[in-house]
């Protein structure tokens, strides 16, 4: 079974300053999809970013790129020009192109923006 | 992105009561429904993956008599928790999905709060 593990359960960055989340996961497959969700107070699970395992170029979206490794089977999050509503509880996920595709989450990151 | 919606958005009950969670797919077809757990500041947990016309999968441990799922239609899925106890207090998050291709996005429900007294 896969599994995803995020190893900073807290992080903190200053307001516009840059923070990078990490995530790792284990799995035997070689093709697959990550995930990072953010889920801000409201508890709203979002979608922040998405990369096929199989695109060695990393995904980007505004201020959110990835850095993915597949052979260290890593997959960080580089949030650029922190803002204060990117204070949240981000998640990282795996889910396989097999079977019903379940969503495989971390233990998430909370992050907390200083301004 | 699509919207997927949850009722209640919180619901308090006395304990050996049975409650009824609504999911709602809005604006999309929802081939394959799933259901959460989230406790305070951990993770969401998967209770079981419903497809539609099916009986749900669920997952290790979770119990299939207590939290019964029914997914009846393509927009609509159900979790009803009987016979609920204060141990079931919890926030309860289903999501849907309307494929199963890489760009077939999950979308979540707002979530409901359970309570039970």
């Known amino acids: 079974a896969q599994t995803v593990t995020q190893s900073q359960p807290e992080m903190s960055v200053q307001e516009a300053e840059t923070v990078t989340l990490s995530c790792t996961y284990d799995?035997?497959?070689?093709?697959?999809?990550l995930f990072w969700y953010k889920q801000p107070p409201s508890r709203q699970m979002i979608l922040v970013i998405r990369?096929?395992?199989?695109?060695?170029q990393n995904a980007t979206e505004n201020r959110f790129s990835v850095n993915f490794q597949k052979a260290a089977k890593s997959f960080s999050l580089k949030i650029s020009d922190s803002q204060l509503g990117d204070a949240a509880m981000y998640f990282c996920?795996?889910?396989?192109?097999?079977?019903?595709?379940?969503?495989?989450f971390g233990q998430g990151t909370r992050l907390t923006i200083n301004p | 992105g699509a919207v997927v919606s949850q009722h209640p958005s919180w619901v308090i009950c006395k304990s050996g009561t049975s409650v009824k969670i609504e999911c709602r797919s809005l604006?999309?077809?929802?081939?394959?429904m799933f259901w959460y757990r989230q406790f305070p500041k951990q993770s969401l947990m998967l209770m079981a993956t419903s497809n539609e016309g099916s009986k749900a999968t669920y997952e290790q441990g979770v119990e299939k008599d207590k939290f019964l799922i029914n997914h009846a239609s393509l927009t609509l899925s159900t979790l009803t928790v009987t016979s609920a106890h204060p141990e079931d207090s919890s926030f309860y998050i289903c999501s849907a999905r309307s494929g199963e291709g890489f760009y077939n996005e999950q979308f979540f429900g707002p979530g409901t709060r359970l309570t039970v007294l």
């Open positions: 604006d999309f077809q929802a081939t394959t």
């Open positions: 996920a795996y889910r396989s192109p097999q079977g019903a595709q379940k969503l495989v």
């Open positions: 799995t035997s497959e070689s093709d697959y999809y």
């Open positions: 990369q096929e395992a199989y695109k060695q």
